[in-house]
């Protein structure tokens, strides 16, 4: 899926930022310099959302920009992340499966050096509408 949230950015004396995410509790960051906070609010927000994802908590939707109070020296920037593209990043080991198909299926892919886990995983790849 893919979200876009608002981040509160903080800059710090020591040149450092901090950054929450006011919309996802406990979502939260820093980075040595505006580049490294930016990676790292992906990175948490990534993160935040595929656990929730996984343990199937409701997501709340994101506030508008517009809507957030900021004090001292803070400003916002949208953070935008795929978690599919998180999920197949971390999640990529193989799993096995069984499958049943008519011998005589069977012994003409054999013939042909077809791949099997390669086409089934075209083939679910198709049907399910997933792009690399």
């Not at 197949?88 to 069977?106: A, G, Q, Y």
Request: charged content about 25%; glycine content about 4%; proline content about 5%.
């Amino acid at each position: 899926m893919k979200y876009a949230y608002p981040a509160v950015f903080t800059a710090e004396e020591n040149g450092l930022y901090d950054v929450n995410f006011p919309d996802l509790e406990g979502c939260s960051t820093s980075g040595d310099d505006i580049a490294d906070a930016i990676y790292m609010a992906q990175d948490v927000l990534n993160l935040t959302l595929y656990e929730m994802e996984q343990a199937k908590e409701s997501i709340p939707p994101a506030s508008s920009p517009r809507d957030i109070k900021l004090e001292g020296e803070q400003f916002i920037s949208v953070v935008a992340v795929d978690t599919d593209t998180y999920r197949r990043f971390f999640e990529n080991k193989s799993v096995k499966k069984t499958l049943t198909i008519p011998m005589w299926l069977n012994e003409r892919a054999e013939q042909a050096n077809v791949n099997f886990s390669g086409v089934l995983q075209s083939a679910l790849k198709e049907l399910l509408h997933v792009q690399e």
